[in-house]
């Protein structure tokens, strides 16, 4: 959860100062940040790969945990070039007090998507599949995510 908040707090802080006509990031670099989640999925990919070759079973790579806040922090912020490219212009025609009410809106609506995810997550159902194949498909998602943000802005030319 605190990496959510952490990457959404960025988001925030991108789209209010881009609002206030302060912006931190150019328009063209928005699709490079992609690269934050495929650099991740890569190094998870690495470790999935490397504790195979040593021979550790699923479970005790299920049991090492899952990622950092901040990898956590990282991909939440990488994934949302597309909430700051909506949000600035809503922020700019709200004003102070209407971007509060949206901001306060957003973090307590980060907390229901949080704990929808730990109820789905602890189904016994999803939980096993997750504790099966969890370090797999955590690489396979964050590499996804970046080629999608990568390709999607148009990042090298794609």
């Known amino acids: ?16 100062a881009a609002a206030f006509g302060a912006t931190f990031l150019p328009e063209s670099a928005i699709p490079y940040l992609g690269l934050l989640p495929l650099a991740l ?21 299920a049991r090492e945990g899952g990622p950092s806040s901040l990898e956590v922090a990282s991909v939440t912020f990488a994934n949302g070039g597309d909430n700051i490219g909506v949000y600035v212009p809503v922020f700019t025609t709200a004003g102070i007090g209407g971007m509060s009410v949206y901001a306060i809106v957003f973090l307590l609506l980060v907390a229901v998507w949080c704990f929808a995810g730990k109820f ?13 194949w969890g370090h797999i498909l955590l690489p396979v998602v964050l590499i996804a995510i970046g080629l999608l943000i990568l390709v999607e802005g148009g990042a090298f030319g794609l």
Do not use: C
């Open 1 to 16: 959860m605190l990496g959510q908040y952490l990457g959404f707090a960025a988001i925030l802080a991108v789209a209010v």
């Open 41 to 61: 999925g890569l190094k998870a990919a690495w470790q999935v790969w490397k504790n195979h070759r040593i021979g550790e079973s699923d479970e005790a790579i």
């Open 120 to 132: 789905f997550a602890t189904r016994p159902v999803i939980a096993k599949a997750l504790a099966r």
